[in-house]
């Protein structure tokens, strides 16, 4: 069974190394708490298709330098890697470190990972006309907030409705052919900064409530 200590260290791993962040994370709530997040998903789309002819070492090394490029993006803006799903990163903002703002934060890491992606298509596929694509999604709500497992294995993560949300938005990418949708929170959080364009209304389920999606076009000059 894992000790708090084996925890501390593997919630290390989810963060960019530097000098005040041992004392930082002395300060979550070991036993989780509720509060408000941004979270973010970004899903690998074309990645099947692309790779299809390469040999499996090659395949490994085209994944590594995507994930590396996205999650050094996510770092650079004080983001943590909550977990990987498959090709698919899960990002939060603000938990368990403070973060104030949380949403805006969220969004230029999306910008910047718009922003990377030609130069591993450019590295990869330079002759491809459709290369790898991402679609990302981000919602602000109020989540759960900590350790979630079993005794054999625990792990820091947020959990709740909002996440749900994100995940949705990020694959609605799709069909709305564009590559970042935010919630309403978020745009209502970051509105005076952002270029945005409403697209439309979903729900998660039929009885679900509907609420606003909007298409990340970039920062106001």
């Not at 990418?173 to 959080?189: F, N, P, R, V």
């Not at 439309?200 to 679900?208: I, R």
Request: charged share 25%.
């Amino acid at each position: 069974m894992p000790n708090e200590s084996d925890e501390f260290d593997q919630l290390l791993k989810n963060f960019r190394p530097n000098p005040d962040l041992q004392e930082q994370l002395k300060n979550f709530h070991s036993n989780g708490e509720e509060k408000e997040v941004s979270i973010l998903f970004v899903n690998l789309y074309g990645a099947e298709r692309l790779t299809q002819q390469m040999e499996v070492e090659t395949r490994v090394e085209l994944f590594n330098h995507y994930f590396q490029v996205m999650v050094e993006t996510v770092f650079e803006h004080q983001g943590t890697v909550d977990k990987y799903i498959g090709s698919t990163i899960m990002v939060v903002f603000k938990s368990p470190m403070s973060l104030e703002d949380h949403a805006l934060g969220a969004i230029k890491a999306a910008l910047a990972m718009r922003e990377r992606l030609p130069e591993i298509n450019s590295s990869w596929f330079p002759e491809e006309q459709h290369p790898l694509r991402i679609g990302i999604g981000i919602n602000t709500d109020r989540v759960f907030c900590g350790n979630v497992g079993s005794p054999q294995r625990m792990e820091f993560t947020v959990v709740g409705h909002g996440v749900n949300v994100a995940n949705h938005l990020s694959q609605q990418t799709q069909q709305y052919a564009c590559d970042i949708l935010i919630g309403q929170k978020t745009y209502e959080s970051c509105a005076e900064y952002v270029q945005m364009r409403e697209r439309d209304s979903t729900q998660l389920k039929p009885e679900g409530n509907p609420f606003n999606v909007y298409e990340l076009i970039g920062l106001k000059a």
